[in-house]
C-alpha cells in the first residue's frame, strides 16, 4: 500500500500519464478483485476504485485541452498574422476613401469661397449702381421744380417791391444746391461759351454780332449734371453771324480774289515805238 501511495503521489513522467493511469487502475482493481468476501474491504476497494477511476478520468480529460491548447498555440501567429494584414488592407482602402473626400471638400470649398466672393462684389456693384440710380432720378424729378422756382425769382426782381421775395426765392435755390453739393451737383455754364454737344442742346439759331458765331447766345432752359454723369443738358440757341455782315464779308472775300488774280497776271502787253524809227 505504501508503494501503491507513493505512486499515485508522485507526477507521472512526461508522455506515461495514460499507461500511469492503466496501470493504477489494474493495480486497485486486482486487489479489490481477491478481497472481495470481506464486504467491508469490497465497500472500499470500491471507493478507493472509484476515487482512483475520477482520478484518472480528469487526467484523460485534460489530456486533450493541453493537446488543443498546443496546436491553437502554434495556430494563433498565422491567424493574428492574417488577422493584422486584413486589418491593415481595411485602414489603406478607408484612409484612401477619406482622402478622396477630403480633396473632393476642399475643391468645393475653394469653389464655394470664390462663388461667395464674387457674388458679394456684385452684390456690391448693384447696389452701388442702384444708390446712383435712385439718386439721379430723385435730381431729375426735383429739377424742374429747381426750374420754376428761379423763373419766379427772375419775375420777382423785374416787379416792384419783390425783393423780399426774390432774397427768399433764392434762399431756396442755394439751399437746394447746397444738399447736393456734397454728391457733386453742379450747373453747366452755357451762356457766352462755345457749343459742346455733349452738354448743350441746340434748338435753334440767332443772327447776332454780340456773340461769337458758333458759341451759345440764349440758354432757355439749365442743364445739370452730378459729378461726370449729365443729369439734363442745356436747353440753347446757338450765335451766328448776321446777313449784312455775311454779304460783306462774301464781297471783300470776292474784291480781294480779284486783285490776287490781276496780279498774277502781269503789266499786259508791251508798247510799240514810234514809226519810222528803226
Same mark, same amino acid.
Given at each position: ?5 507513493? =505512486?499515485l *503521489? ?5 508522455? *506515461?500519464?495514460g499507461?500511469?493511469v ?25 471507493a478507493?476504485? @472509484?476515487?482512483v477511476?475520477?482520478?484518472?478520468? @480528469? ?10 491548447e498546443?496546436?491553437a ?7 493574428a ?5 486584413a ?9 484612401? @476613401?477619406l482622402?478622396r473626400r ?11 469661397a470664390a462663388?461667395?466672393d ?12 442702384t ?12 429739377l424742374?421744380?429747381i426750374?420754376n ?6 419775375f420777382?426782381?423785374?416787379m ?8 427768399g426765392?433764392q434762399m ?12 457733386g451737383? =453742379?450747373?453747366?455754364?452755357?451762356l ?16 447776332t ?5 458758333g458759341?451759345v447766345?440764349?440758354?432757355?432752359q439749365?442743364?445739370?449734371r ?7 443738358p442745356?436747353l ?11 454779304v460783306t ?6 474784291? *480781294?480774289e ?8 502781269? =503789266?499786259?502787253p ?9
Amino acid at each position: 500500500m505504501d508503494k501503491e501511495a507513493k =505512486a499515485l *503521489t508522485e507526477p507521472p513522467a512526461p508522455g *506515461t500519464e495514460g499507461a500511469v493511469v492503466t496501470a493504477r487502475r489494474d493495480d486497485l482493481v486486482a486487489p479489490a478483485a481477491e478481497a472481495a468476501p470481506s464486504g467491508e474491504a469490497t465497500a472500499g476497494a470500491e471507493a478507493q476504485t @472509484d476515487g482512483v477511476a475520477e482520478a484518472a478520468a @480528469d487526467t484523460e480529460a485534460e489530456v486533450p485541452v493541453e493537446e488543443d491548447e498546443a496546436c491553437a498555440a502554434q495556430g494563433a501567429p498565422a491567424a493574428a498574422a492574417d488577422e493584422t494584414a486584413a486589418r491593415l488592407a481595411a485602414l489603406e482602402a478607408e484612409k484612401a @476613401d477619406l482622402e478622396r473626400r477630403v480633396a473632393e471638400l476642399r475643391d468645393r470649398l475653394l469653389r464655394s469661397a470664390a462663388d461667395f466672393d464674387n457674388f458679394r462684389k456684385r452684390t456690391a456693384r448693384q447696389e452701388q449702381e442702384t444708390k446712383e440710380r435712385a439718386r439721379v432720378e430723385a435730381l431729375r424729378t426735383f429739377l424742374p421744380v429747381i426750374d420754376n422756382v428761379e423763373r419766379a425769382l427772375g419775375f420777382a426782381r423785374e416787379m416792384a417791391g419783390g425783393e423780399r421775395v426774390a432774397e427768399g426765392l433764392q434762399m431756396v435755390v442755394r439751399g437746394f444746391f447746397d444738399a447736393f453739393a456734397g454728391d457733386g451737383l =453742379a450747373r453747366i455754364e452755357a451762356l457766352g461759351r462755345p457749343f459742346d454737344p455733349t452738354h448743350h442742346e441746340a434748338v435753334g439759331q440767332v443772327e447776332t454780332a454780340e456773340t461769337p458765331a458758333g458759341c451759345v447766345a440764349q440758354e432757355l432752359q439749365a442743364g445739370y449734371r452730378l459729378g461726370e454723369r449729365l443729369l439734363r443738358p442745356a436747353l440753347v440757341v446757338v450765335a451766328k453771324p448776321p446777313a449784312a455782315t455775311a454779304v460783306t464779308a462774301a464781297a471783300e472775300a470776292a474784291a *480781294t480774289e480779284a486783285a490776287v488774280s490781276g496780279a498774277s497776271d502781269g =503789266a499786259g502787253p508791251a508798247e510799240e515805238g514810234p514809226a519810222g524809227e528803226s
